[in-house]
């Protein structure tokens, strides 16, 4: 078959019309205070792609200082800094940052992969008709909004915006006298961060009760697409490495509100303050955050592994290349996750010989990496791919991976750590692996599930567009953040041209900052696409990419309970262009085989290995 | 189309190497070779990985270009390949990058020790600190031993300070404590790729050797509030002689604060800081 057309004869042998409107519900329990976990994730999807545009906001912000550092800021400028003739505030900047960043990742990145893609394709994908607790997954949304409300106070504080960078290092975050964002910005900022933890947490509860226990008749583990692998290994991360993070930040929070020192050393004076009482120590503070945070940076790239592989399966007409090894790196990566932490720290002065040990650990986390690697680029090799919105995405992501990935070498290797920690060039680096990677990951996601949601397929001529505006706007904008690595620019500068090494440095700052305005740009044609295509997209059939996962054998958009009746499940998710058949080159998970039972295939399917 | 969306995906890492191949040249490039032994060894170290890591990034892209060109040129009636994996070829992509990771790693374990671990110092050199360096909100303070003392942890009353310089010898391997005032900082400077993080509470010592006589750059790499930015200092690098010359002025300097009795004044001895606080009471009057 040489194209891709919408069909729905994926789920023929069982089409039981007219059977899922039995179920009645009022609006607000059906769109608001849904319990259905495709409305969670839609709602999910929508207001993480809400924040993406604000914390792309914000980073434009940074950006313009970095180019223009003695200009006013355009538009809002002369509204927000009148005293200052409409230019950025030193103050202003490092609030910019820290939200730019906290926004990112506690309001976009996580919760569009676990939250978004998670929630809607969890029960679809492993058939069955909703999740284990629909009211806690209705809760997890809902603490969302709690979140992004004292975020939202946090920055809009009259002071100044919280000071001290997503990872909040004490004492700068935990003495209000430290700096103007540090008085009560700092404690809306931590709630917030309490908040989007608690939302996390039931989540990722969810998700592993709903993946052990409510998988389809025959869908073994082993017959799991990745997509789901990765959402179990990312929710066992989270609820195993989420309860440290939000210790810590209650502990810095009682710091800050109730007078204990858990991160405050003794004798310390911040801005002519009183000497500080403490018995702390501020360490601490940064083994507990990246404790937490660097399996988060997993948890903000396995799901976005996962989904790319089963995409570029779909779309190359083949089955993953090493699906086994594919799983088995992921947990390789979600195990040795938990023991690299140290890696942020190499130039903190703990203990040398500690740094060592996390060295090794960081490099050898590594090759699970490439592994997957090479395994999508197999998947690719030999395929038949349409050139697609979907298919152009998950390349990006392979593409900008490496790049991210063997960037990530030199900050592993403890003495060119030295150097290259907390310089652009680590900001090059998580760039490329969460957004080259992972967002890429998540337009192709998207794109390839939006029929799903709606019924309805996105333009793919916007698509495209986007696609390529996106990818030029961003090796524009970060490319060239290594060279500002090597050239020793520190991050988090207000003014970097004050010093003499850094001053010529300025012209690139401005080209990143026009193609960074080139990408901001750009994601107004993918919000524009989403909205557009939800009333006016091209209508298509419930397997419109002819893939063989479950949540294709039910209707689009799936009715409350997903499918008509139970799916069952006979082979691998992977099962495209057998050299056998004719006519016909997927054979969805539904379906028992396509002409005869395929030789050498594992069956432990429920039997019944007759030809049809 | 499908010819041009695989000739876009094999043009980027293309510009990525012309970029890198060219950066040296435009600037782009660290701030100058090093100027430390140990920053020698680091940068020896980079090119390595860079060297390393650029083999390995052509060869996944040449891949990725090929397999794509090889998609887009795939006939409407042709199928795709029907493969779940390849063992061998799992099992070489798993051996040969986990062997480089590995002599990355074992590579890299004595520029660290050399770096960071104390046994690595003489003992002589560890208990004789020529500086405390010490970072606050946005300045950084040194202190120096008055000339033939050491440097206690606690202040001395003839203890010397500068602030925001901070003066080196050149040619031999010196060790520096740094300490923080207020919140954390983290002393770098970039021409001697020497990195270390001053965390409050603690007195971290930081070794290093300038080879080369001039003046540096030491800023503050970790985020220490609104003015973190302009945390400048100038690391003033001077031969051993003038580096000695410089101590004894600054102690001179130091010791007179106009105000020394004609008596202590005459027991520090002849020489300059006699007149000078000489001429500085005759002002005074």
Redesign the interface.
């Known amino acids: 078959m040489a194209t891709i057309e919408p069909t729905a004869s994926g789920l023929s042998a069982h089409d039981h019309a007219g059977h899922s409107d039995a179920y009645r519900i009022g609006f607000v329990r059906k769109y608001i205070f849904s319990t259905d976990h495709k409305i969670i994730g839609i709602q999910f999807l929508i207001t993480t792609l809400l924040m993406l545009m604000v914390g792309g906001a914000l980073a434009l912000g940074v950006r313009w200082q970095l180019a223009y550092p003695d200009s006013p800021m355009p538009f809002i400028g002369p509204w927000l800094f009148p005293q200052q003739g409409g230019k950025i505030t030193p103050e202003f900047y490092t609030m910019l940052f820290t939200m730019h960043a906290t926004v990112m990742t506690f309001l976009v990145v996580i919760p569009i992969l676990a939250g978004a893609f998670g929630n809607f394709l969890i029960p679809l994908m492993i058939g069955a008709d909703d999740m284990a607790f629909p009211k806690l997954n209705m809760f997890s949304y809902w603490f969302m909004w709690p979140a992004i409300f004292f975020f939202g106070l946090s920055m809009a504080d009259p002071n100044a915006g919280p000071a001290a960078g997503w990872t909040a290092y004490p004492l700068l975050s935990a003495l209000p006298q430290a700096a103007p964002g540090s008085q009560i910005a700092q404690t809306w900022w931590l709630l917030g961060l309490t908040c989007v933890g608690i939302s996390s947490m039931m989540g990722s509860i969810n998700y592993l009760t709903t993946i052990i226990n409510m998988r389809a008749p025959g869908l073994t583990m082993f017959r799991l697409p990745l997509t789901i692998w990765a959402m179990f290994i990312t929710a066992i991360l989270q609820a195993f490495a989420l309860p440290v993070l939000t210790a810590a930040g209650f502990m810095l929070v009682a710091d800050r509100a109730l007078g204990t020192c858990f991160f405050i050393p003794a004798g310390i004076i911040v801005n002519n303050a009183d000497p500080t009482v403490g018995g702390g120590q501020p360490l601490l503070w940064q083994h507990l955050f990246w404790f937490y945070s660097h399996p988060a940076v997993y948890i903000m790239l396995l799901p976005a592994m996962g989904m790319v592989s089963d995409m570029l399966s779909t779309m190359c007409r083949k089955p993953v290349f090493g699906y086994r090894p594919m799983v088995y790196s992921m947990i390789t990566i979600a195990g040795l996750g938990f023991i690299v932490w140290g890696h942020h720290m190499f130039t903190s002065g703990m203990n040398p010989m500690i740094g060592m040990t996390f060295m090794v650990s960081t490099l050898m986390i590594a090759l699970p990496s490439a592994i997957k690697t090479f395994n999508w680029l197999a998947t690719i090799w030999g395929g038949k791919p349409q050139f697609n919105t979907v298919f152009l995405n998950c390349v990006a992501f392979v593409s900008m991976f490496v790049v991210g990935g063997l960037s990530g070498i030199f900050m592993a290797s403890v003495p060119t750590d030295v150097y290259f920690h907390d310089t652009y060039f680590i900001v090059a680096h998580f760039h490329y692996i969460l957004f080259g990677a992972t967002l890429f990951g998540v337009f192709g996601a998207i794109h390839y599930w939006f029929p799903k949601m709606f019924a309805r397929k996105m333009s793919e001529g916007l698509g495209q567009l986007h696609f390529l505006l996106t990818f030029i706007g961003f090796n524009g904008t970060f490319f060239p953040m290594h060279m500002l690595g090597i050239g020793g620019m520190p991050r988090r500068y207000a003014d970097p041209y004050i010093h003499p090494y850094l001053e010529h440095f300025l012209p690139m700052n401005q080209l990143m900052t026009w193609s960074a305005m080139l990408m901001g740009f750009a994601q107004f044609i993918l919000l524009f696409n989403f909205l557009y295509s939800i009333k006016f997209g091209k209508k298509v059939g419930r397997n419109p990419w002819n893939a063989n996962t479950l949540e294709w054998a039910a209707p689009s958009p799936p009715p409350h309970g997903n499918f008509e009746q139970v799916p069952l499940c006979y082979h691998g998710p992977y099962e495209y262009s057998h050299p056998d058949w004719n006519g016909r080159d997927y054979l969805m998970q539904t379906e028992e085989s396509m002409e005869k039972v395929l030789a050498g295939q594992t069956s432990d399917a429920p039997q019944k290995e007759a030809t049809t | 189309?499908?010819k041009l969306?695989s000739l876009f995906?094999i043009f980027?890492?293309i510009a990525?190497i012309v970029?890198?191949a060219i950066?040296p040249s435009m600037?782009?490039?660290?701030?100058?070779e090093a100027k430390s032994p140990i920053?020698a060894?680091?940068d020896d170290?980079?090119y390595l990985?860079l060297v390393?890591?650029g083999v390995?990034?052509v060869g996944?892209?040449v891949?990725?270009g090929?397999?794509?060109w090889?998609?887009?040129s795939?006939k409407?009636?042709?199928?795709?390949?029907?493969?779940?994996?390849?063992h061998k070829?799992?099992l070489i992509?798993?051996v040969i990058?986990?062997l480089v990771?590995?002599f990355?790693?074992f590579k890299?374990?004595d520029?660290?020790?050399e770096?960071?671990?104390v046994d690595r110092v003489a003992e002589e050199i560890r208990n004789n600190p020529v500086a405390e360096v010490t970072a606050r909100?946005f300045e950084w303070r040194m202190r120096y031993p008055a000339p033939g003392k050491k440097l206690g942890i606690i202040p001395a009353p003839d203890d010397m300070h500068q602030v925001n310089e901070l003066v080196l010898p050149v040619g031999r391997k010196v060790v520096i404590n740094l300490r923080t005032?207020?919140?954390?900082h983290?002393f770098?400077a970039?021409?001697f790729?020497?990195?270390?993080?001053a965390?409050?509470?603690?007195m971290?010592p930081v070794w290093f050797e300038v080879t080369e006589p001039g003046e540096y750059?030491l800023?503050?790499?970790?985020?220490?509030?609104?003015?973190?930015?302009?945390m400048?200092a100038v690391i003033r690098a001077l031969p051993e002689a003038e580096y000695q010359t410089f101590l004894a002025e600054l102690y001179e300097e130091s010791m007179s604060d106009g105000f020394v009795a004609e008596g202590e004044a005459a027991a520090e001895g002849e020489g300059a800081a006699a007149e000078d606080s000489a001429s500085a009471e005759s002002e005074e009057e």
């Open positions: 189309m499908k969306w995906f980027w890492p990525a970029i890198f950066s600037q782009w490039w660290f701030p100058g920053g060894r680091i170290l980079f990985i390393l890591t390995v990034f996944t892209q891949a990725l090929y397999v794509l090889r998609a887009s795939v409407a009636d042709d199928k795709a390949w029907y493969t779940h994996g390849n070829l799992e992509w798993t990058p986990a990771l590995l990355i790693a890299q374990m520029v660290w020790a770096f960071r671990i909100q005032e207020d919140v954390q983290s770098f970039p021409q790729r020497v990195k270390q993080d965390v409050p509470g603690k971290i750059d800023v503050c790499a970790e985020l220490c509030g609104w003015g973190h930015y302009k400048r």
